[in-house]
C-alpha cells in the first residue's frame, strides 16, 4: 500500500476490542461485497496541520469502531484521504475523489475560505459533501440557501455569539473601553461586529479602543501587543484560532498585558493543550466549540474516544473531531434509516440526503441534527478558565453549555436582525 503526503488511502477493517460486531442493520447481498468508500478531505500541513491531523485520527477511530459493529447498514468503510490547501488544489482533490476514486460520499472541508469555492462545484457535480467545519457563508450571508448536494457545518458565529453572552453574564458593569485583535479575514472580521451588536442589544455601552487585524499565522505579535498595552482596555476579544494564538499569549504575558483587562477567546479552543497555565490567565471567556474533552460527566462515547487520544498520542484533542465525528455519525445514520425505509434495498444517493435532513445524532460532543436547510446545529462548551486542574494548560470552570439553536440565525434570516429580535437566555 503506497502511501504520498497528498493521499492516503486506507481501509478500516479492524475491530477495535471489545467492541460488538454485530450489525445493526444488514446491507442486501448485493451490496455487501463492495465496502463504502468515504473520500475525507483534511488540511495536513500549514496553520491548520494540527487542526486537521486530530480530525484524522479520530475519523480512523470512528471509521474502526463502525466496522467492529458490522459497518453501515452492512457494508465496511473505506476511508481514502486527501489534502486540504488552496481553493483550486483542493477542488481539484474533491473531483478526484467524486470523479476517479468513485467514493460514495466526500467529508472533511475546514476552513470556510476553502469551502465558500468548493460548494458550488460539488453542487454542479452533484457530488455529495458533508463538511466539518466548512460553511459557503460570504461574511454572515449564505451564498447557497438551498443546496441539494453539500451539507454544511454551524454558522461562524456560533462561538462569538456565546462568548459575547457569557460577556453579557460575567462581566457586565465591570468594563468599558473594549479593544480586539482578530484574524484579517471574514471570520475574525465577524466575530468583532457580532459581539459589538451583542454588547448594544444588551445595552451595554462600550468605547472601541483599538481594532487590530493580524494575518492569519503571523509569528511575531510584539508589535500588536504593544499597541493593545497602550490602548489600556477594560476588555480584549480575540478570535485568534491558529498557531498564532500561543505567540500571542506568550508575548503578551511578558508584557504584562493581562494584568488588568477582562480576556475574551471564543475560539481558543482550537489550541488548547498549548494555552499553558504559565502565560494564560485564569478567569478569561474561553471557546471550546462543539467539544470539550475534560467534562466531568461525558458521555460513554466521549469518554472513549478521549481515552483512546489520550493513550494513543500522548494529547488530549480538540472540536474538529467532534466535527469530523458528527459528519460520519450523520452520513451513517442517514444511509441505515434510507436502507430501512426501502425495506432492506440499497438506497440511491437521493435517498440518502432525504433521510439526512431534518436527522439526530450523538456525537463526541452531545447531540446534534442536520437542519433540512443542511446547516448543523450541535451542542456548544464554554467558560472561565482555571488553573485548578491536573494539566499544564487551562481548563474551563464552570463549563457553560449552549445549543447552537440559541447561536445561529434559522434558516432564511439575516444575520443581524435576528440578533436585534432573538431572545437570548443568559
Known amino acids: 500500500m503506497t502511501t504520498t503526503r497528498r493521499t492516503s488511502r486506507r481501509t478500516v477493517l479492524q475491530g477495535i476490542a ?40 479520530c475519523i480512523e477511530w470512528g471509521t474502526a469502531r463502525i466496522n467492529a459493529q458490522g459497518g453501515i447498514a452492512g457494508r465496511k468503510v473505506e476511508l481514502v484521504i486527501e489534502e486540504e490547501t488552496s481553493p483550486k488544489d483542493t477542488i481539484d482533490r474533491l473531483r478526484k475523489l467524486v470523479l476517479q476514486e468513485k467514493v460514495d460520499c466526500v467529508q472533511g472541508l475546514v476552513s470556510s475560505g476553502v469551502s465558500l469555492s468548493a460548494g458550488p462545484v460539488a453542487e454542479e457535480m452533484k457530488a455529495f459533501v458533508i463538511m466539518w467545519d466548512g460553511t459557503t457563508q460570504d461574511g454572515v450571508n449564505e451564498t447557497m440557501p438551498n443546496p441539494r448536494y453539500i451539507f454544511r457545518s454551524t454558522d461562524n458565529e456560533c462561538e462569538a455569539v456565546m462568548a459575547s453572552l457569557l460577556v453579557a453574564k460575567h462581566y457586565k458593569g465591570k468594563f468599558v473601553t473594549v479593544a480586539g485583535i482578530n484574524p484579517d479575514y471574514s471570520y475574525g472580521r465577524n466575530n468583532w461586529a457580532a459581539f459589538l451588536a451583542i454588547m448594544k442589544k444588551f445595552g451595554i455601552e462600550v468605547k472601541e479602543t483599538v481594532d487590530l487585524w493580524p494575518k492569519p499565522g503571523t509569528m511575531d505579535m510584539s508589535a500588536h501587543v504593544a499597541a493593545l498595552k497602550a490602548a489600556k482596555p477594560d476588555l480584549i476579544f480575540s478570535s ?71 493513550k494513543t498520542f500522548k494529547d488530549y484533542p480538540q472540536w474538529e473531531a467532534d466535527r469530523a465525528y458528527f459528519a460520519m455519525a450523520v452520513y451513517k445514520a442517514g ?81 443581524w436582525n435576528w440578533i436585534k429580535d432573538a431572545k437570548f437566555t443568559l
Open 240 to 310: 485568534l484560532l491558529f498557531a498564532d494564538l500561543p505567540v500571542f499569549m506568550k508575548q503578551g504575558h511578558a508584557a504584562g498585558l493581562f494584568d488588568g483587562p477582562k480576556l475574551v477567546f471564543p475560539a481558543a479552543g482550537f489550541q488548547h493543550t498549548q494555552m499553558k497555565k504559565e502565560y494564560t490567565p485564569e478567569g478569561m471567556i474561553f471557546g471550546h466549540n462543539t467539544l470539550y474533552f475534560a467534562l466531568k460527566n461525558p458521555s460513554a462515547l466521549q469518554k472513549d474516544f478521549v481515552d483512546y487520544y489520550e
Open 335 to 415: 444511509v441505515e434509516k434510507a436502507v430501512k425505509a426501502k425495506s432492506g434495498s440499497w438506497p440511491s444517493q437521493n435517498d440518502v440526503i432525504d433521510a439526512i435532513e431534518g436527522i439526530e445524532v450523538e456525537s463526541l460532543g452531545g447531540k446534534g441534527r442536520m437542519r433540512k436547510d443542511h446547516i448543523a446545529d450541535q451542542t456548544f462548551y464554554q467558560g472561565l478558565t482555571t488553573h485548578k486542574n491536573p494539566y499544564d494548560f487551562v481548563t474551563i470552570d464552570p463549563v457553560d453549555v449552549m445549543y447552537s439553536d440559541q447561536l445561529q440565525k434559522p434558516p432564511g434570516a439575516n444575520f
Open 18 to 57: 471489545g467492541l460488538a460486531a454485530t450489525p445493526l442493520i444488514a446491507a442486501p447481498a448485493i451490496a455487501q461485497a463492495r465496502p463504502l468508500r468515504i473520500g475525507i478531505i483534511a488540511p495536513r500541513s500549514g496553520i491548520l496541520a494540527t487542526v486537521g491531523e486530530c480530525a484524522v485520527r
